[in-house]
Every structure is written in C-alpha cells, then in structure tokens.
C-alpha cells in the first residue's frame, strides 16, 4: 500500500483567534441596509463601519487603538442624504476615505488623526455622475487619487479625486446590475460580474472587454470575481442546485476552468478577500459564522483547502486589514474585522512558529503607501507596479498628511475658477465660520486635557491621604 503524502505549505498551520473582549469595539450600531457589501474597512490607523443612522448615511471612524465600549455620542461622518453602501481607504493615505450611497454621489473625506469633537459634515470633494444608487467603490492599487464607482445605473466611472473630475465612463458595457468590480495587481485591468451572468475582463483606458465568460458558475445568484497575483480570476458563485462554488479561471483561456469546486449549501455570498503576498483566499459569506481558506498554487487541484476559523455568531460584514498593518512579531498573516449586531470583533490569523526572529519566507515585500504614478500618467497609457516596503522593523503609519498637490488637487489647494461638475470643500481655504469650529475644537480638546489633569491630581492627593493613613 502506498502512503499517502500530506502537500508541504508553511501555511497548512494557521489559524485563527479572536482577540479579548477588551480589544473588540463594543456599542456599534451596524447598518442593517440590504447589501453584499462588506460594511467595514481597515488601514494601519482607523477601523471604518457603515452605521445606522436616521435622516441620511454615515459611517463612524475609530482609531485602531479605541477598543472597547464605543460612547454614543461619538462622532460619525455624516453627509449623505441616504443610507452609505460601501467604503474604502485610500491605499496611498490612510486619513483619506471614501464612501458610496444610496443618494447617488460618491464622497471622499479626510479623516484627521485627533477623534474630532462633532461630526465631520464636509467632505473634501462630492463626486457627481450616477443616475442611481451607488454601491461599489474601490481606489487604484497604483496610480495617485483614482478611484472607481459603479452604481446600479449599470454604469462604471473612474474619477480623479485630485480634481473632482470624471476621467472616464464605462457605459455601454454591462446590461444589468453590476455585482462587483476588481482591479488587477498594477491597476491596468479590471474584472467585474454581473446579473447579466457574464464576467467580463476590461481594459478601462482603451474601454474594451477584453475577455468575457458566460455562466462560470450556473446558479442564479450573485457571482464575485478577484485577480489573483498571476492574472488568473478567482470566482465565487452557485451551482444550478444552490450549492456554494469556488472557481479558477485563465482569462485567456476562459472556456474551461483550472479549477472549480462545490463547498456547501449555505444562501450567503461568499465575499472573497485575496492575500497576493501568501496566495490565500478567505471566504467569508453574510450571514455565516466561519471563515473558510485556501491557498491558490501552480499545482493540482490548484485551489487548496488549509482549514476553516468558526465561531458561534453569524457576520454581518467583514474588513481586512493590509498587510503593512500587521503585527509581524507574532507571525500575523491576515486581520479581520468582523461585524456583529452590536460590535465589531477582531480576528487573527498566525502561522505558529517558535523563533521570535523576523520571519521573511512569510514577509515578502508588500505595497507601501507610496503611489507608483500619477492619475495622468496612468490615463495617457502608463503601467506600473506597486512600490514595495518590508516589513522587517514593522510598519508605522505616517502622520496626518494631505494630498500632494497634483495639478489641481483640491485636497490641499483652492480649486480652479468656473463651473464644475463636483462640489468641493477647501482645506486649506479656511472662511471665518471654518476658523471658529477649529478654534472652538481646540478649546474644547484643551478643556477635556484640563479635566483629565485634575482628575489624576486628585487621584494623586487621594493616594497620598491612603500611604499617610497607613503609616
């Protein structure tokens, strides 16, 4: 009889662990709005959850470090006039992020490093170009300020952010809801699924499908699709019986998959969250309890199932952390941040290891915060890789800082005279109104320190009548 030999990974052992309850974000009302998207989003700073909220949509921003019990009267990032659908930092800085709505329009906020004594009501710049309701947004890996919207007009616009303005729009392309869209690793594709059935690689600059598949998965409900490191896309979707499946697709060669297997007969959307360093997929579904991952190889069967993180409560959405926020001394391949009705609970996942000593076969070098180009570099043709730090020292995220001023980037200077398509606010333009808020919150920052510095003086006095008594 021969034996049978266990595939060699240095991945076969991770797994995950919640972390304490005093290190998760209690007293969070979560947005209850029907949508597949992930609610929350994560950077090496701030935790970002789309909350409930009457008159409008908002969004609340917590620093990483202000766990536990969240107060009730914490500001939240209000400005939309309905419920906020999907967010996303901007990989190039973490105090910027954007949120999509139901009213239509795209906003894109700065976020300052202080937790701000009101709600923050004025974003840096209102983006304007969707007929219907917005619910996907996702920032260019690369290239400086570019971001993407698509909204259920069927309708995907890249827009300079640096400007306010519409670079290009993606109409005539996708016949019905568009269910997700995904860049590839240096931004130059784009792979999107939609009701239509069909997945369609884009180039968006020449607005071209380049590669399309009908019907990767047969089931009726919604597919998802993501680049893989290699170029291949990974999908999941339904079987004509409901079962859940995974896919591994060659884009040019999309008529046969490289792999596809069946998981289980759960409804939830399997929401995939891809790690390029590690080659691992988490498959996290709405409404599940556990998180299932796999290694994506260039050997049979191609997709490899490592294990499944379970727990007792269902998520409601999930964030992921990148991996320059990552805690490399203890071996932290991947963080999530997992919704509950209530809270928001960390997850991590390690590779045990027993040396404390910097771990570089699980710590390639991975994209930092620096932009490899510019917005109209990347629209007159250029292609460029993400620029790469290590993680050897860990990483420490850089100051507040505003946009670099890229022609007319109203994130930092006034913007041009005339009429525009966008609305914008200028940070750097304070009118007299603008001035007495920051003043009036400086005042109030220096009163609360003022309160905290007499309390422990009075804890201090309190202690030295407890050491005299005991003498």
């Given at each position: 009889?021969?034996?049978?030999?266990?595939?060699?990974?240095?991945?076969?052992h991770?797994?995950?662990?919640?972390?304490?309850?005093?290190?998760?974000?209690?007293?969070?009302?979560?947005?209850?709005?029907?949508?597949?998207?992930?609610?929350?989003?994560?950077?090496?700073?701030?935790v970002?959850?789309?909350?409930?909220?009457?008159?409008?949509?908002?969004?609340?921003v917590?620093?990483?470090a202000?766990?536990?019990?969240?107060?009730?009267?914490?500001?939240?990032?209000?400005?939309?006039?309905?419920?906020v659908?999907?967010i996303d930092w901007c990989?190039?800085?973490?105090?910027?992020?954007?949120?999509?709505?139901?009213?239509?329009?795209?906003?894109?906020?700065?976020?300052?490093?202080?937790?701000?004594?009101?709600?923050i009501?004025?974003?840096?710049?209102?983006?304007?170009?969707?007929?219907?309701?917005?619910?996907?947004?996702?920032?260019?890996?690369?290239?400086?300020?570019?971001?993407?919207s698509?909204?259920?007009?069927?309708?995907?616009?890249?827009?300079?952010?640096?400007?306010?303005e519409?670079?290009?729009?993606?109409?005539?392309?996708?016949?019905?809801?568009?269910?997700?869209?995904?860049?590839?690793?240096?931004?130059?594709?784009?792979?999107?699924?939609?009701?239509?059935?069909?997945?369609?690689?884009?180039?968006?600059?020449?607005?071209?499908?380049?590669?399309?598949?009908?019907?990767?998965?047969?089931?009726?409900r919604?597919v998802?699709?993501?680049f893989?490191?290699?170029?291949?896309?990974?999908t999941?979707?339904?079987?004509?019986?409901?079962?859940?499946?995974?896919?591994?697709?060659?884009p040019?060669?999309?008529?046969?998959?490289?792999?596809?297997?069946?998981?289980?007969?759960?409804?939830?959307?399997?929401?995939?969250?891809?790690?390029?360093?590690?080659?691992?997929v988490?498959?996290?579904?709405?409404?599940?309890?556990?998180?299932?991952?796999?290694?994506?190889?260039?050997?049979?069967?191609?997709?490899?199932?490592?294990?499944?993180?379970?727990?007792?409560?269902?998520?409601?959405?999930?964030?992921?952390?990148?991996?320059?926020g990552?805690?490399?001394?203890?071996?932290?391949?991947?963080?999530?941040?997992?919704?509950?009705e209530?809270?928001?609970?960390?997850?991590?996942?390690?590779?045990?290891?027993?040396?404390?000593?910097?771990?570089?076969d699980?710590?390639?070098?991975?994209?930092?915060p620096e932009?490899?180009?510019?917005?109209?570099e990347?629209?007159?043709?250029k292609d460029?890789?993400?620029?790469?730090?290590?993680?050897?020292?860990?990483?420490?995220?850089?100051?507040?800082r505003?946009?670099?001023v890229?022609?007319?980037?109203?994130?930092d200077?006034?913007?041009?005279p005339?009429?525009r398509r966008?609305?914008?606010?200028?940070?750097?333009?304070f009118s007299?109104?603008a001035?007495?808020?920051?003043?009036e919150e400086?005042?109030?920052?220096?009163?609360?320190?003022?309160?905290?510095?007499?309390?422990?003086s009075?804890?201090?006095?309190?202690?030295?009548?407890?050491?005299?008594?005991?003498?």
């Open positions: 009889m021969s034996r049978r030999v266990v595939r060699q990974s240095k991945f076969r991770v797994f995950g662990q919640p972390v304490k309850a005093d290190q998760m974000y209690e007293d969070i009302r979560v947005s209850k709005v029907t949508c597949d998207s992930s609610f929350c989003a994560v950077n090496p700073k701030f970002a959850i789309i909350v409930e909220s009457g008159g409008g949509g908002a969004f609340i917590l620093p990483l202000k766990t536990g019990r969240v107060d009730k009267n914490h500001p939240l990032v209000t400005g939309h006039t309905a419920p659908l999907d990989p190039h800085n973490d105090n910027v992020i954007a949120s999509a709505s139901e009213d239509t329009t795209v906003m894109v906020w700065q976020i300052p490093d202080y937790v701000p004594v009101r709600n009501t004025e974003p840096v710049v209102t983006l304007e170009g969707h007929s219907k309701r917005v619910s996907i947004i996702s920032w260019h890996p690369t290239a400086r300020n570019v971001l993407l698509a909204g259920c007009d069927n309708l995907v616009i890249l827009w300079n952010v640096g400007t306010g519409m670079l290009l729009a993606l109409d005539d392309m996708h016949t019905d809801l568009i269910y997700n869209v995904g860049w590839n690793r240096n931004g130059s594709l784009l792979v999107t699924t939609c009701k239509d059935k069909k997945v369609r690689v884009i180039d968006p600059r020449k607005q071209q499908i380049i590669a399309e598949r009908f019907a990767p998965h047969e089931g009726l919604p998802r699709a993501i893989t490191r290699e170029g291949h896309i990974f999941t979707g339904f079987t004509r019986m409901s079962q859940r499946e995974l896919g591994l697709w060659d040019n060669n999309f008529e046969e998959p490289i792999a596809l297997q069946e998981m289980d007969t759960s409804n939830g959307v399997l929401l995939p969250f891809y790690d390029a360093d590690s080659s691992i988490y498959l996290c579904g709405k409404g599940d309890s556990s998180i299932r991952y796999f290694e994506i190889t260039d050997e049979a069967p191609y997709v490899h199932y490592l294990n499944t993180y379970s727990s007792k409560e269902p998520q409601r959405g999930m964030g992921f952390m990148p991996k320059r990552l805690d490399v001394s203890k071996c932290e391949i991947a963080r999530f941040f997992k919704l509950h209530r809270k928001c609970e960390p997850i991590v996942m390690t590779v045990p290891r027993k040396s404390d000593l910097f771990q570089d699980l710590y390639p070098d991975t994209p930092g932009p490899a180009l510019e917005a109209d990347w629209l007159s043709g460029a890789e993400p620029i790469l730090i290590s993680l050897r020292d860990g990483y420490v995220p850089i100051k507040n505003e946009l670099k890229v022609k007319k980037n109203i994130l200077s006034k913007p041009p005339g009429p966008s609305h914008s606010t200028c940070e750097s333009d007299q109104p001035l007495e808020e920051v003043l400086i005042r109030a920052l220096k009163e609360m320190v003022q309160a905290q510095e007499k309390r422990i009075d804890l201090e006095n309190k202690l030295c009548q407890f050491t005299n008594g005991t003498d």
